[in-house]
Nanobody, 121 residues
Framework: QVQLVESGGGLVQAGGSLTLSCTASGSFSSINLMGWYRQAPGKQRELVAVITSGGTANYADSVKGRFTVSRDNAKNTVRLQMDSLGPEDTAVYYC???????????????WGQGTQVTISS
């Protein structure tokens, strides 16, 4: 069994900062890609930021310059530092992992439970 556990969501005033963390646990040897998606009320889930095991990151245009994704492979953790938050960032944020290599069989994709981020104006 492999699972993703998120933490760090909450209520923040506009202009503030928040950090999300996601830790993968269970039996696996490596995870190629980890990152974050978000879904606002009435909208489709969208990619926020992803990072490879080698440290290469990609960001949605809407968060470039404000969000930073990082990864600690030893701790199997991906982190999302969010700065200059605005009401448009209010959403449920989901941790995502792709290409999970396990002993016996691989997981192509796994999702966390989601954590609510609310920005007050």
């Amino acid at each position: 069994q492999v699972q993703l556990v998120e933490s760090g969501g909450g209520l923040v005033q506009a202009g503030g900062s928040l950090t999300l963390s996601c830790t993968a646990s269970g039996s696996f040897s490596s995870i190629n890609l980890m990152g974050w998606y978000r879904q606002a009320p009435g909208k489709q889930r969208e990619l926020v930021a992803v990072i490879t095991s080698g440290g290469t990151a990609n960001y949605a245009d809407s968060v470039k310059g404000r969000f930073t994704v990082s990864r600690d492979n030893a701790k199997n953790t991906v982190r999302l530092q969010m700065d200059s938050l605005g009401p448009e960032d209010t959403a449920v944020y989901y941790c995502n992992a792709k290409n999970i290599r396990r002993y016996g069989s691989d997981y192509p994709e796994l999702w966390g439970q989601g954590t609510q981020v609310t920005i007050s104006s």
